[in-house]
């Protein structure tokens, strides 16, 4: 009995602790486990199960626009990562660094990737000769790390896991679509796999990629206001492709530089789906990424015939949907905490009065919603449920995101919004990275991005009262 | 046309020089790229391609057996590594070692996992209470670092991707079990999916994996008679449990230390396919594990009605096969050249005179028989074909290593063998380390494995003439 225990030791509130809520979610619903490895955790079986769904996910999407996975080495020696100036500025402060192999002292120290831009422009140097040989659209999932000081469990870890897609276009107009394209790739999968809604934006130049000319961005917004940025695409023009020396024979014969895109997704997306869609009792999975989609759970299993009916239904489901049975022995009330803060979308009941009147009972992890269903309409409820849940958690979502987003017209209003109301201020901006400065420290708002959809706030600046035409979402950020 | 020469160069001859016609392939039909690290190659798309089936293959059968994926830290402090001391001295000397974090000199240094042992065990240490946490069936895909001395692509490189598994269980018989259930996994999956017989056996002590009470393997054959270690699966006995002090209270209340397993295959099979099926026109991809199973190339593409067909055709059979059409302006030869070296299963020639016959071409090209098929028949006749493929294939490998098989009863005769004929020898062997060692400075021979299937050569040890109930395969190994 000890070992089901946990599932029901309530867990903080969120409104209690926000952090420790989510400290609790990770681990009590098993996703993750800490290690010793300082800032690096486990992926535990649950945890894992829902990054390989969205790596299935996005990794059709990738091949349907004709993205090829490749795989590069995980080490990188200190001479190539040097070789964009901007890229080392950005990365180098927080690698991981090898000195010695097996017994010997190395003579260049090589970093483990924290990304890898520069060992693919090295490939791409060595493959690409004429137009005949581009675009390449490459994709790498791997992991990579970054010497982080403070760390949470998939926000911000030492390692993580995630893709890497890397491009290089004849064409500069080439390579901004596919930035937007891969952009919109991502947006589209926060919507339609995680129900989670963005704002799709640029970053300013203080907040952009290192060694990138534009880098665009997906912020979705958490529970409690903050902005989790969630993945982001680079237009690097050709300024790697200079550094890298990659060129190719034109058309016309001229010897040209290739312009370039990079794209990363990672496991942080897992932290925002718990902070945007789970509550006090545990996680709550959309359907469509979640391992388990249905638990069924026997009523009076003891009884003749319910678990023979259970096992019965759990074949018949797995057919068009992910489910478990557990006809373990722990009472019914045990499991159902267990799953619900296991965040999974749809619990089945049934038991011998159900049996009898050939019927299941279907129960929603995000209202709670009892309905009862006829056995021989299960496939079609069940998988309007799925779209349900998935639309209605997606519906909660996108209101908060804009019952939490308030406009700024003057410094004044700004600190006062960054101080009252949680979540993101629009507020113009003159483009001076002094007033993007001066907002940070004063009223400890980051620019989040430049939003895709502008609008005229007001026609000064919010900081400086100088003319200004560019809208900015600012806010507090994991 | 120069992008396309390089298919229609020969590569260079088995015969002439084994290792460089290897050498030739992995580059020439665009598997892998040197990269500027040391011992680390680039996994290209359609090298890349291959191992995702692999994965996607294996991965299925672990879960059809209750194994679940994780993914532990990359690191492992030195004094994690060293917690169980075989362990330690088998992998410490080929470890690469992380030793600064960003700017800072890390108090305890950190190795690259060359394995994850340790890692999984702690981890254990901390989730098992109770018999019922038993048995935890994981597995984990990634790329592990082994610090190489002299590396070939897929073979030994210092870094390569795998998976390892790791499981506990209650007790000995299950943990045994187990161990053979995956070499069994892995030797239905060479045989099943990458058409290569293999023998399975178990590894003598010498042979054995750091820490192990037992190593079993799966040695394939090449087309030069040298061994390839393809797989193996170790029982640990409850050494690493004692080690990681990994104990569960039992049914009977009393704590008692779990028995542990772990079992990897990597990218290295893809060295044996191409060196078990490749000829001296490139390599030979067995059709369920190649990336295009079929590949149609239109013959005179500029006539009207040829590319609409070759596409019709390309979309009708994508829905059963991977498929690739092949409608560049190259010429047909150069194309048929470009998809040998590459080991497309099947090649589909479609011409005017084919469309108006309504029929079309198949070539395979492990034989390059032709067959004439009509529209209709197509699905049929390609799924037959692809078996028909992967069974002569399979068939060819296994007659290769019967005929390259032979026998020693006296040290002489196995000194003999091993000179003249290239392939595996069985022989008996006492059991002691002194014949072992012996055996392999002056035969230049290693112990492959003792096969389950036991044969008597003789009843006394090839080398020191003592009794011997033990046979052996001998070889030499890449």
């Not at 019914?332 to 019927?359: A, C, T």
């Not at 003319?467 to 950020?477: D, F, L, N, R, T």
Request: net charge negative.
């Amino acid at each position: 009995m000890e070992k089901n225990k946990k599932f029901v030791e309530a867990i903080t509130p969120m409104d209690v602790d926000f952090a420790q809520w989510y400290t609790d979610i990770v681990k009590k619903a098993e996703l993750i486990e800490y290690s010793t490895v300082r800032g690096m955790v486990i992926l535990r079986p649950y945890g894992y199960a829902i990054w390989e769904n969205i790596q299935r996910y996005l990794d059709d999407r990738f091949k349907e626009t004709g993205h090829e996975n490749v795989y590069m080495p995980m080490l990188i020696p200190e001479s190539l990562l040097q070789k964009e100036k901007d890229h080392v500025v950005g990365f180098a402060p927080e690698v991981a660094w090898v000195t010695h192999g097996g017994e010997e002292k190395l003579t260049e120290r090589l970093c483990i990737r924290p990304t890898s831009e520069t060992l693919f422009c090295e490939h791409f140097s060595n493959i690409v000769q004429s137009y005949n040989d581009l675009p390449k659209l490459y994709n790498q999932w791997c992991s990579v790390i970054r010497w982080e000081k403070t760390t949470r469990p998939f926000l911000r870890t030492t390692e993580f896991l995630w893709q890497e897609g890397h491009t290089i276009h004849a064409t500069a107009e080439e390579a901004k679509e596919e930035t937007l394209r891969m952009l919109n790739t991502y947006a589209d999968a926060l919507k339609n796999f995680l129900a989670i809604p963005v704002v799709k934006g640029r970053k300013t130049d203080k907040e952009k990629f290192a060694g990138a000319e534009a880098t665009y961005t997906i912020e979705a917004m958490m529970h409690d206001g903050k902005a989790l940025q969630s993945g982001t695409s680079h237009y690097f023009g050709d300024g790697f492709a200079k550094a890298f020396d990659i060129k190719f024979a034109d058309k016309d014969s001229q010897l040209k530089y290739v312009h370039e895109t990079s794209w990363g997704l990672s496991t942080r997306v897992i932290g925002a789906i718990i902070m945007v869609h789970g509550d006090d009792s545990g996680l709550i999975l959309p359907p469509r990424v979640a391992p388990v989609q249905v638990v069924i759970v026997p009523v009076a299993q003891h009884k003749e015939g319910v678990l023979e009916k259970a096992e019965e239904l759990r074949k018949s489901i797995s057919s068009y949907a992910r489910v478990k049975l557990d006809a373990s022995d722990k009472k019914p009330g045990w499991k159902f905490s267990e799953y619900e803060m296991k965040g999974v979308p749809v619990r089945l009941e049934v038991g011998p009065k159900d049996i009898e009147q050939n019927q299941v009972v279907l129960v929603r992890r995000d209202t709670r919603e009892k309905t009862i269903v006829p056995m021989d309409e299960l496939e079609t409820k069940l998988k309007e449920l799925f779209d349900d849940i998935h639309n209605s958690l997606y519906e909660k979502a996108l209101v908060r995101l804009e019952n939490m987003t308030s406009e700024a017209a003057d410094f004044e209003s700004l600190k006062e919004a960054a101080e009252t109301k949680p979540g993101f201020i629009k507020a113009m901006w003159c483009g001076k990275l002094s007033c993007e400065e001066k907002i940070k420290e004063e009223a400890g708002l980051s620019s989040r991005c430049m939003p895709f959809e502008q609008e005229e706030i007001a026609d000064t600046c919010v900081c400086c009262g100088e003319k200004a035409e560019q809208m900015v979402v600012w806010g507090k950020a994991y």
